[in-house]
């Protein structure tokens, strides 16, 4: 409360040295009003207003109120000097036009100092802010409530780091990611979110929620985003975000048609995509001639995949696979022909090669022989 008084006095101060500036150089002069240079009080609290973002319409309105609280008294002074109408009329026309011009000089003037500082202010606060992401994401010793603080942003929740990029145009692909965020922290209640640019046409941001953001049909049209799971603190602080930046590496490589896609969906081929010949002999290896890359190999790839990951029944395979049971049956017999071996040796490897099969496609398989 008290600085906001300091303020206030300051502003009031800043008005009365435009009103005496006026009297003293405004309307004595003749001709075009010269370009004075700014009162140094009212330049100084023009910036203190755009450090603290107090919106520029407020100040604008209170020197309006000097500009109107001057003319009154500047009327009834010129009414109680000059007798002569005709005169009076002149005096107050010529006056009315220098007061207006210029105060309008000098609000232009506020307009200018105001955006220049807010540009400034916002870069340099922005700067910080990346900074300090960049030292919690490095894993320095970092402060959490003082973090918190300086971030606008409550590093004790649980977190979603998303990686965001778009091919649109950079004027204002920023502003689009920004929009993107809104829209995931919308799909799951939430409101708090951070950004820092990447880039020109890539954000990183963290949604403050629980579960990573349901999928969302109306993400920009050219818009990517890779999300991190939930984790708490700063160590999911930067772990959702390392996750994030995995899904992120493997999206291009996978090819996958989906712009959003998380963590939990691909972390497999996360681990594995990093060394992509070794992925593709493991996955030649457990799967034999499966590993072909024609539609009807995809077709039983897909099927004992569906099979296995539903406890090995085989009827509830075939209601999600929406065939009949006798020909997942039939199917699984030709997949093990295929593979050479049966279906339950060397499970674990044999579902984690269908699996990256599934998720990268012809990606993860070697190529067919001539």
């Not at 003319?71 to 010129?78: K, R």
């Not at 953001?213 to 708490?232: D, F, K, T």
């Not at 020909?327 to 071996?341: F, I, P, S």
Request: include cysteine.
């Amino acid at each position: 409360m008290m600085a906001d008084r300091d303020l206030a006095a300051e502003s009031s101060a800043a008005a009365r040295e435009l009103t005496r500036l006026l009297i003293d150089k405004g309307l004595p002069r003749l001709g075009p009003l010269e370009d004075d240079a700014a009162p140094v009080a009212l330049v100084a609290i023009v910036r203190v207003w755009a450090r603290r973002g107090i919106d520029l319409r407020t100040l604008i309105r209170g020197y309006r109120r000097a500009q109107a609280a001057f003319w009154g008294w500047w009327m009834a002074d010129v009414a109680a000097r000059i007798e002569d109408p005709a005169l009076r009329m002149a005096v107050l026309e010529h006056s009315w036009e220098r007061v207006s011009a210029w105060y309008e000089i000098q609000l232009d003037r506020i307009e200018e100092i105001y955006s220049e500082e807010r540009d400034r202010w916002l870069s340099g606060a922005q700067a910080r802010r990346a900074e300090l992401i960049r030292e919690i994401l490095a894993g320095e010793p970092i402060e959490q409530e003082p973090a918190s603080t300086a971030l606008g942003y409550d590093l004790r929740r649980a977190h979603v780091g998303v990686v965001l990029w778009t091919d649109g145009e950079p004027a204002d692909a920023l502003a689009t990611l920004e929009e993107a965020v809104r829209e995931l922290a919308a799909t799951q209640g939430a409101t708090a979110t951070l950004t820092v640019p990447a880039g020109s046409s890539a954000l990183w941001a963290w949604i403050a929620c629980d579960a990573a953001p349901a999928r969302a049909p109306a993400l920009p049209a050219g818009v990517w985003a890779a999300l991190g799971g939930p984790a708490r603190g700063l160590a999911g602080f930067r772990g959702s975000h390392e996750a994030a930046q995995l899904v992120r590496r493997l999206m291009p490589f996978a090819g996958r048609p989906e712009r959003l896609v998380g963590f939990d969906d691909v972390s497999l081929a996360c681990l594995m995509a990093r060394e992509p010949a070794a992925m593709r002999r493991v996955v030649e290896h457990e799967l034999g001639g499966l590993a072909r890359r024609d539609p009807n190999t995809a077709r039983l790839r897909e099927t004992v995949r569906v099979y296995l990951e539903s406890g090995a029944n085989a009827r509830e395979a075939a209601e999600r696979l929406n065939m009949h049971k006798n020909t997942v049956h039939y199917r699984l017999a030709r997949v093990e022909e295929l593979r050479g071996r049966p279906l339950g040796e060397r499970r674990l490897e044999f579902e984690v090669a269908l699996t990256l099969a599934h998720l990268l496609g012809d990606r993860a398989l070697p190529r067919d022989p001539a």
